[in-house]
Each structure stands twice: as C-alpha cells, then as structure tokens.
C-alpha cells in the first residue's frame, strides 16, 4: 500500500515537473511574439506592425520624413499602416485611435502640438500598445505613456542659429533689428527654436527681436508673415525663420519688396533641406542649422525592440549640424534630400 502510494506521489509530481517546464517554455515563447502578448496583432509572426500618424506634408522636411520612414519600414520588414493629419491634432488622434481598434503592434507619431495627448496616449497604455514619439515630443507629465522620443534638440537648434547672429554681428555698431517667422503655434520645434534663439542673443544687447508671428512652417506662411513684416518696419537687419520653407516664402516677399535677400535682410533658418542648401549656396540665406529629418532607420530599429519587450533609451537625439554659405556650395550635389 505504502509503496503505491509513494509510486502515485512521484508519478503526479513528475507529471507537475512537465506541466511547469513546459508553461516556462509557452511564455517565453509568447514573451518572443511580443506582439500577442503585448495586445498587438497577436499574429506571433515575426513580422511587426506599425500604426504611423504623421503631421502633414507642410514642408520639404516632412516629405523627406515620410519618405524616409516608408523606405525603412520597408527595409526592416515592418507593416507600416500610415496617415497624413494635415497639420490637424483631431486627425492624429481620430489615426490613434484606428490603429489601437486594429491592435497594431505599436503606434509612432510626430505630435503636431506639444499639449492634449494625454486621453489617447491613455488608451493606447490600456490596450497595451506601446508608443514611440518621433520628431516632436508632447508636454505630458506622464512619462509612461511612451516609450521613447526620437528627436533633434530644438532649444540647441535656436541657440546655434542665435550663436552664429552673434558671432556674425560682432562688429556691428548700431542695433541689430531681427523678425522672427515662428513654425507652427504651440509645437514643439516652434517653442524650444524660439527659446532657443532668445537665448544665444541675450549676450549682445544690440541684437533685438522687433516682431515674431508664426508662419506655421510653410512656404506660403512665410510669404504672408514677411510682407505684413516689411509693410510695418521700416528697418529689418535679420529674418531668422523656424525653418527653410518659411525662409524661402520671406525671399520671395523680400525680392518683391525690390531688396536683396542675403544682403539687405540676412536670413537665418532650420532644416537643411535641398531647396534651403541651393538658396544658401546662391548667398540668399545666410547659414542654416540642420534638422535630419532621417529617422526612419533608428524608428524601426527602436519599435523592433519595443515590441520584443527590450527595453530602450527614453530619449534618443538626432546628431546634426550647421553650414554657412561656403559649406553649402562644397556639400549641395551629395545632399540625400
Ligand atoms: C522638426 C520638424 C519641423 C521642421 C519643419 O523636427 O518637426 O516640422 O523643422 C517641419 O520643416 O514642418
């Protein structure tokens, strides 16, 4: 009897020994998917998807954006689903929200505006998607609602587009008079660029910003916002615009104004895109501090881990640089966009 006994206890232990090896193997196998286990597609391939929900087309830097993440998805293997919000923060959160009813396996966005994520970063959490912010970051004070932010510095930007108004204004004897055509209001690049500049220039008080309004970073807004400009000061020394697109609109307006961009009213912009590099290397704008809009491959290397549950930096900067009219003419032809 005794010896059945022990025979049965040993028998049910092994069978729980089994039972248990093989629960360790399932969730780490599942722990591999990812994606299943972290509410995604639940499609345990090694294929992922992605739910991108880009800003817009405003400018040459975000077509080289968009083309930039299409082409690395496409490279790393990744599914991208993507929209375009046309400058709309309704319209990114109505894509959110379809990408978490499709439960994607993650969601990347570039926040048009810094303010109001909070609500459908939430929902995201809740469905256990995880988030990647790309380009612009959100002011939200819960940091757990994204894994990471994938970005320039645009406080550094401004300071070394003010830097470089210093340097260049050394020798100047009277004051400096600067308009500001500010990118989209409440974004981002807009308030740190802005914060950015204000800064590197407090070191000389002859360098004074005498008007600043937003060109919501296109062509066009640069145009309109450079006339109204020139109808209503007499003096402009410097147009430092928060980027090339609107700096190419304030060219135009300054031409038809019968003055010389680059000359009469120095230009000082951010980006670095081919059409900012042809108008530097022509001596219509003056220098331009660079904003790689290649984030592509980074993207997709940093929703790769995400999904696998690997953990990642919370925060990763975009390395960039400056040029001046001179490092523009030698780099022009070899510019990727
Ligand atoms: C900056 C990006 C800005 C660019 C503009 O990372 O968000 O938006 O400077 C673009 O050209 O429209």
Redesign the pocket.
């Given at each position: 009897m005794y010896l059945r006994l022990r025979e049965e206890i040993v028998f049910k232990k092994s069978l729980l020994a089994v039972a248990a090896a093989s629960m360790l193997t399932l969730t780490a196998c599942g722990g591999s998917a990812g994606a299943g286990a972290a509410g995604g597609s639940g499609s345990g391939s090694d294929k992922i998807t992605m739910g991108f929900a880009q800003?817009?087309a405003?400018?040459?830097?975000?077509t080289a954006?968009t083309k930039s993440v299409q082409e690395s998805a496409k490279k790393a293997g990744v599914e991208l689903k993507f929209s375009d919000a046309q400058q709309k923060q309704e319209n990114q959160i109505k894509a959110i929200r379809s990408y978490i009813q499709q439960k994607v396996d993650v969601i990347a966005f570039?926040p048009v505006v810094e303010s109001g994520w909070d609500t459908v970063l939430k929902e995201a959490k809740n469905a256990k998607i995880p988030v990647i912010l790309t380009?612009?970051a959100v002011d939200s004070a819960d940091k757990s609602l994204y894994k990471t932010f994938l970005?320039?510095d645009?406080v550094e930007e401004g300071k070394k587009a003010g830097e470089w108004l210093v340097a260049d204004s050394k020798s100047a004897t009277d004051t400096v008079n600067i308009v500001e055509i500010q990118?989209?209001t409440g974004?981002?690049?807009a308030n740190d660029?802005k914060e950015g500049f204000a800064e590197a220039i407090k070191s000389d008080p002859k360098l004074k910003v005498i008007a600043s309004q937003s060109g919501d970073?296109?062509r066009s807004g640069g145009k309109q916002v450079m006339e109204a400009f020139l109808k209503n000061n007499a003096d402009i020394d410097v147009v430092f615009a928060?980027?090339?697109?609107?700096g190419l609109g304030a060219i135009e307006a300054i031409e038809a104004a019968g003055k010389v961009p680059g000359k009469d009213i120095k230009i000082i912009t951010?980006?670095a895109?081919k059409d900012g590099m042809t108008a530097l290397s022509n001596g219509k704008i003056n220098f331009i501090v660079e904003?790689s809009?290649m984030l592509g491959d980074q993207l997709m290397e940093l929703a790769k881990k995400v999904v696998a549950g690997e953990s990642v930096p919370e925060r990763v900067v975009t390395e960039e640089t400056t040029f001046t009219q001179e490092q523009a003419k030698q780099v022009l032809a070899t510019r990727p966009y």
């Open positions: 800003v817009g405003e400018s040459g830097w975000r954006n570039s380009d612009r970005g320039s645009f990118g989209t974004s981002a690049p660029r970073f296109t928060h980027n090339d697109d609107e951010i980006d895109v904003c809009p």
